[in-house]
């Protein structure tokens, strides 16, 4: 489970914001930056990841737009594939909608997650 949740790190780490699973995000760790909620659950159970961009007031809305650009390169239309451990996951596209959290630009997304090990 460790190597999954840290290859889920590295896949959203090239969206070039910092990454904390949620409830790990440290104090002083200011926008922007990205969390996500996941669960790993092995195959061939589905899962989803909750990721939350935060982005500074200011000019948010435009970090808003290139953060989701920078998404779907990492995560391409067809998928992308990641090595954990043992194992891979695959993680595909879901929804995403833009929303403000009292001020704060943020971007929620869910992306589809299997688990396979070797």
Do not use: I, S
């Not at 790190?9 to 104090?27: D, I, S």
Request: charge should be neutral; glycine fraction near 10%; aromatic fraction near 8%.
């Amino acid at each position: 489970m460790k190597d999954a949740l840290a290859a889920m790190t590295k896949l959203l780490e090239k969206t070039g914001l910092p990454v904390y699973a949620e409830g790990q995000v440290p104090p002083e760790a200011m926008p922007p930056l990205v969390t996500f909620n996941w669960t790993p659950v092995p195959y061939p159970d589905k899962g989803t990841c909750a990721v939350t961009a935060y982005f500074p007031e200011e000019n948010g809305h435009d970090c808003r737009a290139g953060f989701a650009v920078r998404l779907n390169v990492a995560v391409p239309r067809a998928g992308a594939l990641e090595k954990a451990g043992d194992g891979w996951l695959w993680v595909r596209r879901g929804t995403a909608e833009q929303a403000d959290d009292n001020g704060t630009p943020v971007l929620r997304a869910k992306l589809g997650v299997l688990w396979q090990k070797e």
